[in-house]
């Protein structure tokens, strides 16, 4: 019973310690809460007054500046009225001076009015020249119109035209591809004959008989003015082969060829056809009748130039031999070489 009594008062010493302690520790607090509260309201109270100094500050400032603005406005506007009243004067003065002018100008003379009346008829005649002028112009702008017109025609038409060429030159060049296959057939079928030849003369006049029938000839006569070199140089061989027969030289002049052979001799470049074309007139030559022609075609000339511009040996002996051929038969002959 004792140890529980002594319990009991040791339990009730620690309460009361313990409330003293948070008496103090609620006192602590208060005064501090109470000293925080005291900054606060000092500071708001000093927030206040310098607000309250700022708006004064600020209404004395507003306050100032609309009072310069008032006296700015003011003197302003005493210059502004200043400045129409001197303005109306002015009008005023110019005004009055205008009605004096004008009366004195009201009068005015009949020599004057006279020369006025010269200036305004003047003024008319040079516009109605001027508006003559315009209208001319006007024609000639409608004229180059129509002749711009005609011209855009023109040149349509020309487009059209060379369009037409460039098909027409289409169309050619097939024809002399188309012309040289047939050529390269004729070779080979002169070829062919001259093989046969060997064997038998009268297959190989059959063949050439039928070749001139079929105017194989005439289609290798135009290859001789043929673009390819290679297109005119086979013609020639053919030409020249047919010309070795003596029964196939008229044939040839009468079908043209002597003269197709003196152009080629004479404006070709190439001296493989230069001195084909000389083996073939050489060949032509043989026949009296032939050498009056190429004598009087010039023939002896166009043979001369070849030869002096021949570097080829070649191409210098058939030249020199068709003209042995023009000048070895007969004295007619002869005398046609020496002129």
Known sequence: MKEESMVKVKEEIDYKSLCRRLDRELDKLTMEYERQQKVFEDDIERLTTEAQHCILEAQQNYSDSLEKERLKYQKDYKESIKRLEEKVMENKKKYEEFCMT??????????????????LQRETLLRNAAEGEINHLKNQMAELKMLEASRESD?????????????????????????????????????KTKQQQQASGNGEKASVAKLFEQGGLQKILSLLEAEATDARINAVKIVAN??????????????GGLTSLLTLLKNSQDETTQRVAASAI???AMNETNQDLIVAQGGINILS???????????????????????????RSIIKCED
Do not use: W, Y
Request: charged share 30%; aromatic share 4%.
């Open 102 to 119: 004008s009366t004195e100008e009201a009068f005015v003379p009949a020599e004057e009015v006279v020369i006025l009346k010269k200036i």
């Open 155 to 191: 040149i349509l038409k020309l487009r059209k035209m060379l369009e037409d060429e460039a098909h027409q030159k289409e169309k050619f060049k097939g024809e002399i591809a188309r012309l040289q296959s047939q050529l390269l057939q004729l070779g080979f079928e002169v070829g």
């Open 242 to 255: 047919l010309s070795s027969e003596e029964t196939n030289q008229k044939k040839i002049v009468e079908a």
């Open 282 to 284: 050489a060949n032509l």
């Open 305 to 331: 130039m070849t030869a002096a511009n021949a570097e080829d040996p070649q191409t210098l002996r058939m030249v020199a031999g068709a003209i042995a051929n023009l000048c070895g038969n007969g004295e």
